[in-house]
């Protein structure tokens, strides 16, 4: 059971907006920053949204992130074949002292 | 450019040790706080450990925590961890990757390194 709580999955068709959950407590989400990965298959976890909204360079403006309270969100709009992929939000938190991980969430492109 | 490249991914019995290495490139490594995430076959990401950029402190996950010690030697831009008592549930991809700060997101990641426990 992850400290951070995702959905397993989620799925749009091309040029569709979905949008990605993750929910927290406050020694986590409700005081530390939230950052959300993508990671292909087969391949390492790429940074998408660090301190919350922000996107790296190169990071296309197709992927948001929001938070409020214990809750955040990441958005893909405009959605493409090649956003296939797991999406992990984390954070740190102040209770454990230590880096959490949602359980990830598989997106599909139908 | 940033680059992290792991090492030390064997096949080992229960109980027993192994020592992961990540060498570090294109930046300062004492100015970045580093850790350990792993991922188990099939599994999502897990966060193991992270040290300081000084070296001066060390967190790790309850499920390490004892058995695994992390450490960094920045003259050499290297990064370890000393993985004891192995257990099957220790198996993994061990991913080495870099924090701007403590409190902070991992922003960049090596491709891994496998660890295999078993018999």
């Known amino acids: 059971q992850s400290v951070l709580t995702q959905p397993p999955s989620a799925s749009g068709t091309p040029g569709q907006r979905v949008s990605i959950s993750c929910s927290g407590s406050s020694s986590n989400l409700g005081s530390n920053y939230v950052y959300w990965y993508q990671q292909l298959p087969g391949t390492a976890p790429k940074l998408l949204i660090y301190r919350n909204n922000q996107r790296p360079s190169g990071v296309p403006d197709r992927f948001s992130g929001s938070k409020s309270g214990t809750s955040a969100s990441l958005a893909i709009s405009g959605l493409r074949s090649e956003d296939e992929a797991d999406y992990y939000c984390?954070?740190?938190?102040?209770?454990?002292?230590?880096?959490?991980f949602g359980g990830g969430t598989k997106l599909a492109v139908l | 450019e940033v680059q992290l490249l792991e090492s030390g991914g064997v096949l080992v019995q229960p109980g027993g040790s192994l020592r992961l290495s990540c060498a570090a490139s294109?930046?300062?490594?004492?100015?970045?706080?580093m850790s350990w995430v792993r991922q188990a076959p099939g599994k999502g990401l897990e966060w193991v450990s992270l040290?300081?950029?000084?070296?001066?402190?060390?967190y790790y996950a309850n499920s390490v925590k004892g058995r695994f010690t992390i450490s960094r030697d920045n003259s050499k831009n290297m990064l370890y961890m000393q993985m004891n008592s192995l257990r099957a549930d220790d198996t993994a991809v061990y991913y080495c990757?870099?924090?701007?700060?403590?409190?902070?997101?991992?922003?960049?990641w090596g491709q891994g390194t496998l660890v295999t426990v078993s018999s």
């Open positions: 294109g930046f300062t490594s004492s100015n970045y706080a």
């Open positions: 990757a870099r924090r701007p700060s403590v409190w902070e997101g991992e922003d960049s």
């Open positions: 984390a954070a740190w938190d102040d209770t454990l002292s230590g880096g959490v």
């Open positions: 040290i300081s950029g000084d070296g001066g402190r060390t």
